[in-house]
């Protein structure tokens, strides 16, 4: 089996690890300027949101609720770059009662979660995110 990376899965593999990368700076503005502006963004066991205004909203949402770091990121794309995934371990602290959810008190949590995007013109047009939700109220002592 050869390991060698073609230039296309490169690059979209340096996408998604510079998607992460502003991720854990907390650089918002960071992860929307690699996002198509119609990007399909799944939420877990939730809706699917289109656009960058409303990616912007929800990792405003998030902000409010939650301190994440991604841990052990590992990402893989496919040959032609169009697709790509990424696994890692969320490190977390939930510090504001997001609607819907538990009450928070500070909390901690460390959560394995997923993603897989699709990939167009050196952006990202999807990014469909998986965790165990039910993990995660367990913790956090819903």
């Known amino acids: 089996m050869s ?4 230039p296309a899965q490169q690059q979209a593999i340096d996408l998604v690890r510079g998607y992460y990368d502003a991720f854990n700076r907390g650089d918002w503005a960071g992860m929307l300027e690699r996002l198509s502006a119609d990007v399909a963004h799944d939420l877990n066991q939730g809706t699917c949101e289109s656009g960058v205004e409303a990616f912007a909203a929800f990792l405003q949402r998030m902000d409010a609720s939650y301190r994440e770091q991604l841990r052990d990121v590992v990402a893989m794309a496919s040959l032609d770059g169009t697709r790509a995934a990424a696994e890692y371990v969320v490190h977390g602290e939930y510090h504001h009662t997001d609607e819907g959810l538990p009450p928070a008190n500070g909390q901690r949590y ?31 002592g819903g």
């Open 3 to 6: 390991h060698d990376v073609s």
């Open 110 to 140: 460390v959560l394995p979660g997923g993603a897989f995007f699709d990939l167009r013109d050196g952006r990202i047009a999807r990014v469909s995110n998986y965790y165990n939700l039910q993990d995660w109220i367990a913790q956090v």
